[in-house]
């Protein structure tokens, strides 16, 4: 089950759309929004913050993988001389 659920902090805030959350996004969307305007907009920037962090590893995992990628090797070889050919 997909839950969707727009949030609004305040006028001054971006909207943001909240899609999968689990039991404890739930959670802290609740806290969230029970706090005052500047304490729930420090909990969202932590979060986003989270978010970046997390992403950045899983870059990191992805990138130090070892296995060949011959698909993607082929893919960046032609972008290059691609892109010597446009100079």
Do not use: Y
């Not at 006028?11 to 999968?20: H, Q």
């Not at 907009?41 to 992805?62: C, K, N, P, T, Y």
């Amino acid at each position: 089950m997909v839950v969707t659920r727009e949030i609004n902090l305040s006028s001054r805030f971006e909207r943001a759309t909240v899609l999968s959350m689990t039991a404890v996004s739930k959670v802290l969307v609740e806290i969230v929004d029970a706090l005052p305007e500047e304490k729930a907009q420090e909990v969202v920037d932590f979060a986003r913050f989270l978010q970046h962090r997390s992403g950045d590893l899983e870059w990191e995992r992805i990138i130090d993988d070892a296995r060949p990628r011959p698909k993607l090797d082929a893919f960046v070889d032609a972008a290059l001389r691609e892109g010597q050919l446009s100079c």
